[in-house]
């Protein structure tokens, strides 16, 4: 195969890059309520995240020294970083024959692939939490975020909450919430109930914001796992930001279209979030 280096048009290499990072920017649930660590121009593949201690205080008594300092030792998590990747190939015939804009729908593909990327593997942690609330033997209900709220508060989490559980998952809680749907005027609903019925957007349970997210996946016995948490209880580090390169292969008339970038993610503090466990049916 005979590959040689060229360049796209300015107009449509600019226009995949556009489409892609804005599609990464706005389809990414999860990164954006999470903490965020950029390490993009710093050497190693390592962030190491300081995890301080809880301090008390305690009474003291005029003219007399605090003779007992509070030790403070810190503990630390690491994020490593790396890359992950994905190939578009674009024939010149595909190219010629678009009635739409070629370069914004790669770009829209290829952001939205890396979007979900990231999103899965931060989803993939909600497992990794030791409070549980919820089974996979039964529906999820709007109990258990009651639960979950009460279990962050304990732990001194602080706020605000986030919850992103699969659409079955917020069925589930809408069909709570709206009385199975039933005729609005027949039964008194809350506020949230309300929005869930005419908007189908579930909103805030027990201070906490509800997101929806398909990336959600099941555990061993099937069941989905969702999760309830605070900023602070899984960090996500970029290394480098998602680029967008491309390299001519004239023997296969075609332009290969590569989008790539380097991250890492991990659980922080495991206290701040909790495991939401429901059925995987509707």
Not at 48 to 77: C, H, M, N, R, W
Not at 78 to 83: H, K, L, V
């Amino acid at each position: 195969m005979a590959v040689t280096t060229s360049t796209l048009t300015q107009e449509l290499y600019a226009n995949i890059v556009q489409s892609a990072l804005y599609t990464l920017s706005e389809n990414t649930i999860i990164r954006p309520v999470v903490r965020n660590y950029d390490m993009t121009g710093t050497p190693g593949l390592v962030a190491q995240v300081p995890i301080y201690p809880a301090l008390s205080a305690s009474g003291l008594t005029e003219g007399t020294d605090i003779s007992t300092p509070t030790s403070f030792d810190t503990t630390s998590k690491t994020i490593t970083a790396a890359e992950v990747g994905v190939l578009v190939t674009l024939t010149d015939l595909s190219k010629e024959s678009a009635s739409e804009d070629v370069a914004a729908a790669i770009g829209r593909q290829i952001g939205d692939a890396m979007a979900v990327k990231v999103d899965t593997d931060l989803a993939a942690l909600f497992s990794g939490f030791s409070n549980v609330v919820g089974s996979g033997a039964r529906e999820l209900s709007v109990e258990d975020f009651f639960k979950a709220a009460a279990i962050l508060r304990n732990n001194k989490a602080p706020g605000p909450y986030v919850s992103v559980i699969h659409p079955y998952h917020a069925f589930q809680i809408k069909k709570q919430l709206t009385n199975a749907g039933g005729v609005p005027m027949s039964h008194n609903l809350s506020d949230v109930g309300n929005v869930a019925l005419r908007d189908g957007f579930v909103g805030r349970i027990a201070g906490i914001d509800i997101f929806e997210s398909t990336v959600i996946s099941g555990d061993s016995a099937g069941a989905f796992v969702g999760g309830v948490m605070s900023q602070d209880a899984l960090g996500y580090m970029v290394k480098r930001g998602m680029r967008i390169e491309e390299q001519r292969d004239a023997s296969l008339r075609a332009t290969e279209i590569v989008g790539s970038m380097a991250y890492g993610v991990s659980e922080i503090f495991d206290a701040y979030g909790v495991q939401l466990l429901g059925d995987a049916q509707l």
